[in-house]
């Protein structure tokens, strides 16, 4: 899952100056499964868009629900089996958005 997650990361945040060298799973994976690849980049694809809630507590919103710990607590509980590195990345790219 991880190495999905940074693909992800790299082709939809991360790439530099926007040129067209996404990276492929074929040259990462000897192997590997289109439909199970395509599941993993939807999850990452939530983590990265869909955990806002981690800033709005970091910044202590009005309309947020959480402490910005159990907001990360949160995150790991609905995005489970991620390593460290990326609810790292996570928690810091919510606070940008």
Do not use: W
């Amino acid at each position: 899952m991880d190495s999905v997650f940074f693909i992800n990361y790299y082709n939809k945040i991360d790439r530099p100056n926007k040129t067209p060298n996404y990276i492929t799973p074929n040259e990462v994976f000897l192997e590997f499964n289109d439909q199970e690849y395509i599941r993993v980049r939807e999850i990452s694809d939530n983590i990265l868009f869909k955990t806002t809630y981690i800033g709005a507590a970091f910044f202590e919103y009005k309309y947020s629900k959480e402490t910005y710990e159990q907001a990360v607590v949160l995150l790991k509980t609905e995005y489970p089996g991620f390593c460290k590195e990326v609810y790292d990345i996570v928690c810091h790219k919510s606070l940008q958005t």
